[in-house]
């Protein structure tokens, strides 16, 4: 568990990044101390003013107080006068360069990590050397300790640091765990709130639009099992009670005929439905095959209204068509059921001696079909709610009207399949039209 505690992953790499860089950082600056010729130089120019110095003392016990003094802080000061001597072990290769006749300026003769050894030529009018050591070795490791010092306090303060707010980016990344098992457990009313609009915001906005979504299948899952069992239920429990009463011999002989065609009836009622939620579970899957065919549109039409005969002329319906040769490309087995669906509920909510029109109109980019009835229209705060799984408008009439309420969520399905779209217009008393728009592409 501490393995994976992401807090602690973050810490971690924090510090070894961190120890990482100092630990470069400081090798750098060692190397470069020692590459840089910049304390060369100093080391030089300090060795040719002790000299000059030196050289303006003619007084032997001055010029040993002045050495006695430049000892005390870390320099010491030796003559040669033959190029055979040696001082402050150096080779007599290294001292033999200050008397050769083409050195004419103070040379650094040996030095490393804060010591140094400059030779200055021809002094004594050019009888003699002087060799100056300066020893800066334990000021350098005092800079590096204190480098080395101040570089760990950074390490140790960093992490403290990151350590204490890691916390707080962590923080949301808990809630976010917490709220998603307060999901899984069944809870789909959880939300989160975050008041940055940085990454962990956008994240929690996420999940609450998820959460939003989830709760809302979870109602339509519901309402779903629900009005299922409720359709179920009624056909159910009439084919249930005409059977037994059949059974018991309750049921007048010359009565029974009718009773046998309420059975059928609610036998056809429950086959409708168990088709209807078998072709939705097959259009909600994304492996519902689509057949693209290329056909008459309004010869489609024309036949849709030709097999619905029986039910408009029984009501003395009149059918006004007002049909342009067409053709479209699309699923024709799916669009017969579309238009199917559309006039049958037409015929279903239009009157005696009402009127059914259907219209196609077109242009390059769509095809556009109208089918308008002179029924008893629907309510206004119905229209959003018709396409939706089992929503009826009458819900008493349903079975007087032998629907279920899936008619019209089978049309919009199919539509949203070929990109189409359905728009309703509709006045209480005046009717009801439907548009389909196709587009042509």
């Given at each position: ?38 304390p060369?130089?100093?080391?030089i ?10 050289n ?33 072990s ?11 006749s ?45 480098l080395l010092?101040?570089?760990l ?9 990151i350590l ?33 609009k ?93 057949n ?51 006039i ?31 029924g008893k ?13 089992f ?28 990109d ?12 009801t ?9």
């Amino acid at each position: 568990m501490v393995r994976k505690s992401l807090r602690l992953r973050i810490v971690v790499t924090f510090i070894g990044i961190v120890l990482v860089s100092l630990i470069i950082s400081f090798f750098l600056f060692m190397q470069f101390s020692e590459k840089n010729n910049t304390p060369n130089h100093m080391f030089i120019n300090i060795a040719k003013d002790i000299a000059k110095v030196t050289n303006l003392i003619d007084d032997p016990e001055k010029v040993n107080a002045f050495a006695d003094l430049l000892n005390r802080f870390g320099i010491d000061i030796a003559v040669v006068n033959e190029p055979s001597e040696s001082v402050f072990s150096l080779d007599k290769e290294k001292v033999a360069i200050l008397f050769n006749s083409n050195t004419t300026d103070a040379v650094f003769l040996s030095g490393r990590g804060g010591l140094a050894i400059v030779g200055v030529p021809k002094i004594d009018d050019g009888k003699g050397a002087f060799i100056i050591k300066i020893d800066f070795s334990s000021i350098v490791r005092g800079l590096r300790i204190t480098l080395l010092f101040t570089l760990l306090a950074v390490l140790i303060i960093g992490s403290l640091l990151i350590l204490f707010m890691s916390r707080y980016i962590v923080k949301p990344i808990k809630k976010l765990t917490v709220a998603a098992k307060e999901m899984a457990s069944g809870n789909l009313s959880v939300r989160l709130t975050y008041r940055n609009k940085d990454e962990f915001g956008e994240l929690m906005e996420s999940f609450n639009r998820m959460a939003s979504e989830l709760q809302k299948m979870d109602s339509v899952r519901d309402d779903f099992v629900s009005n299922v069992s409720h359709e179920m239920q009624s056909p159910l429990t009439s084919i249930r009670g005409f059977t037994r009463a059949l059974q018991d011999g309750v049921i007048p002989l010359e009565e029974q005929k009718e009773h046998l065609d309420i059975i059928y009836e609610e036998t056809l009622r429950l086959s409708r439905l168990s088709d209807n939620l078998l072709r939705l579970a097959s259009l909600d899957s994304e492996h519902h095959p689509v057949n693209f065919t290329t056909f008459q549109l309004d010869e489609q039409l024309r036949r849709t209204i030709v097999l619905a005969e029986p039910q408009w002329a029984r009501k003395d319906i009149m059918i006004e068509l007002d049909l342009l040769p067409c053709e479209i490309t699309v699923d024709k087995d799916l669009f017969d059921q579309v238009w199917q669906n559309l006039i049958n509920n037409a015929i279903k909510y239009t009157g005696q001696d009402g009127t059914i029109h259907v219209e196609i109109e077109m242009n390059a980019q769509f095809v556009k079909v109208y089918i308008k009835d002179s029924g008893k229209g629907i309510p206004e705060e119905a229209l959003p709610l018709i396409f939706d799984r089992f929503y009826m408008v009458e819900k008493a009439r349903s079975s007087a009207l032998k629907g279920n309420g899936l008619g019209l969520s089978i049309v919009m399905k199919i539509l949203k399949i070929h990109d189409c779209n359905i728009d309703v217009e509709s006045k209480v008393g005046e009717g009801t039209q439907f548009v389909v728009t196709i587009p042509r592409t």
